[in-house]
């Protein structure tokens, strides 16, 4: 009977991880905003709910590029005229680290919204 008790045990802890693991892999990015930032001012601010299909769009900066494709999927650098071509293989914007290309000085990140809620409040 114990070896039962442990086995269903075991199964349901493995259930709800791979519930809470899928949960977060297919989020919805509703409400979030990005900003797109060369050589530190703010060239674009994207609503992901707002997004109703997939575009492109192209930062320069001293000769060099960065073209940006925006989807409901998300937000990322599909060329780049920098040479090691590490914001490509960045991907999609996630919610890790932001899409960097210190060559042409192009920074995408997750923008903190004034309406968002907060995570904790002090009472100082």
């Not at 991880?17 to 905003?33: C, F, K, N």
């Not at 060099?64 to 490509?88: A, F, H, L, M, W």
């Amino acid at each position: 009977m114990k070896t039962r008790c442990w086995i269903i045990m075991f199964s349901v802890i493995i259930a709800a991880a791979l519930v809470a693991s899928w949960l977060v892999m297919h989020r919805s990015h509703d409400g979030r905003v990005a900003g797109v930032y060369s050589n530190g001012a703010l060239v674009e601010t994207i609503d992901l709910s707002q997004v109703t299909g997939t575009y492109e769009f192209t930062v320069t900066y001293g000769g060099g590029y960065n073209t940006i494709e925006v989807s409901k999927q998300g937000i990322r650098v599909t060329d780049s005229s920098c040479p090691d071509k590490i914001c490509i293989r960045h991907g999609m914007l996630g919610d890790g680290l932001p899409i960097v290309c210190l060559p042409n000085r192009l920074v995408i990140r997750w923008e903190k919204r004034d309406d968002a809620e907060y995570d904790a409040m002090t009472g100082i």
